[in-house]
């Protein structure tokens, strides 16, 4: 059985609920932008979010894009 939650990593997700997406420099943060990263790969190692790379445009590449998994656990 995995453990529950904390809060803030349930906030982020609830934020992510709200914004669909988040990378550096998208406009919010949690805390900080280390802090809202790390909390999301902790998020990523349990298999709630997911991180990739993201094209938006002909020539234009998103790095490290966290969304909500498919299959949220929570």
């Not at 059985?1 to 988040?22: A, T, V, Y």
């Not at 809202?36 to 790379?53: H, Y």
Request: charged share 25%; with cysteine; proline share 3%.
């Amino acid at each position: 059985m995995s453990r529950p939650l904390g809060k803030n990593q349930q906030n982020l997700i609830d934020s992510l609920k709200e914004h669909d997406f988040w990378y550096n420099g998208c406009g919010w943060v949690w805390d900080t932008h280390s802090n809202t990263q790390r909390i999301l790969d902790s998020l990523v190692k349990r298999g709630l979010v997911t991180l990739g790379e993201e094209t938006i445009g002909p020539r234009s590449l998103r790095k490290q894009v966290y969304r909500l998994a498919d299959t949220e656990k929570t």
